[in-house]
């Protein structure tokens, strides 16, 4: 992704929430089952999708079946599910935690504001960002925001309507590579993914938190286990990173933002170099064997990949730029099996998250207010996803 000058300061207000449905895609990918249902008994109630087949080579029919669940977002960044079915979606530019869901009506799923946080310093690509849920909500009921204040990118954890309690500080801030993820792990630990901030010396320096993966406990604190001695770092050598998933082997898999050539997915290894700003794409490992090679790399303009998940045995990502899902299907090994293919072609324009939802269905949000899209009258969207008929994600 071209580096571009920081944006002017930005002003948002949310419009009402309409439902469309969806045009629909079709391409090779993975069969989930129906969803099952939540604590209360019965799942969600969703709109009903469109749905168009096609024989995929070998002659295998596969459907993917795409259902807009919200409209009228403003740059919704994060999505993270909590227990009743429902989930939690941060607006970047106007700060707002919403709550998608479970309950629907004729528009689709209910959209309501939890919060507004107003220690939120909303400039650039910087906002309130990712938001992750507490495995032990049900008890704590916390959840873990990334936020931009006017001096710094920080980590806090919140109990919903009550302020911030910051545990993470000091992450450099820039108007462009801000990073921004957050998830817990299969191993129970916080984890945050941080840009360069413009400053590319960062991200080879395993002093600074920018340009890393951080890994931490509920409190902030180095997560024991972590490859440097009293560090957040869990890897370093990123330039902007804003996609994280785990895989049912508990790999872990990144998206990363190239400059003018390369957009990158690698798997995540503890104390591993991703190379920049030495090196970008392919071709860093054999450069120098210090610098881990990447699983997949794509032109930034068909990728600028954001938000990532992981499917059974696929892996979404979602892309800016290159407005389309990409789709790898992975092996046991950790690898990738046959070449990526994409789908939603320049359907939703830019596509920021994808998430994994509870129900094994595949939820995505657009950007098209982030100041470099085209923004349709119903945009920003979030789309559920549902793949059908057999085929890669079906182990």
């Not at 959840?143 to 204040?149: H, Q």
């Not at 801000?178 to 945050?192: E, Q, T, V």
Request: glycine share 12%.
């Amino acid at each position: 992704m071209n580096v571009r000058p920081p944006y002017p300061r930005r002003t948002r207000t949310r419009a009402a929430v309409a439902f469309c449905a969806a045009a629909v895609l079709a391409t090779s990918g993975c069969a989930f089952g129906d969803p099952e249902p939540d604590p209360a008994g019965e799942p969600p109630t969703f709109p009903t999708p469109s749905v168009t087949a096609t024989a995929r080579p070998g002659g295998v029919d596969q459907q993917v079946a795409a259902t807009v669940l919200a409209s009228g977002l403003r740059v919704p960044w994060g999505i993270a599910f909590l227990p009743d079915g429902g989930a939690l979606v941060t607006e970047r530019d106007s700060a707002k935690i919403l709550k998608v869901g479970p309950e629907s009506d004729t528009d689709g799923l209910k959209v309501s504001t939890v919060q507004t946080l107003t220690e939120v310093d909303a400039a650039g690509e910087g906002g309130l960002m990712g938001i992750a849920v507490s495995p032990a909500y049900d008890q704590d009921k916390t959840v873990f925001v990334y936020y931009s204040t006017g001096q710094d990118n920080r980590i806090a954890k919140l109990v919903l309507g009550e302020k911030p309690a910051p545990i993470v500080t000091g992450i450099p801030l820039s108007g462009i590579h801000n990073g921004g993820r957050l998830a817990f792990g299969p191993d129970g630990y916080l984890y945050a993914t941080t840009g360069d901030a413009s400053q590319r010396g960062l991200s080879q320096d395993p002093k600074s938190l920018g340009g890393k993966i951080l890994r931490m406990t509920p409190d902030g604190k180095p997560a024991p286990g972590n490859p440097f001695p009293n560090s957040l770092v869990w890897t370093l050598g990123h330039r902007n990173v804003q996609g994280i998933a785990w895989d049912a082997n508990k790999r872990l898999y990144a998206s990363e933002f190239g400059q003018n050539t390369w957009d990158e997915i690698n798997l995540i290894e503890p104390g591993k170099n991703y190379g920049w700003p030495e090196v970008e794409g392919e071709g860093g490992a054999e450069t120098d064997p210090k610098f881990s090679k990447p699983l997949a790399v794509w032109k930034t303009a068909d990728a600028s990949c954001s938000g990532v998940a992981v499917v059974e045995n696929l892996l979404a990502a979602a892309c800016l730029r290159g407005e389309r899902i990409w789709l790898l299907e992975l092996t046991a090994a950790g690898g990738v099996l046959g070449q990526p293919r994409s789908i939603l072609n320049g359907e939703y324009g830019r596509l920021r998250t994808a998430v994994a939802a509870p129900d094994g269905s595949l939820w995505i949000s657009t950007s098209n207010h982030d100041g470099r899209g085209d923004a349709a009258p119903t945009d920003d969207r979030i789309i559920r996803l549902v793949f059908s008929g057999g085929g890669a994600g079906r182990s």
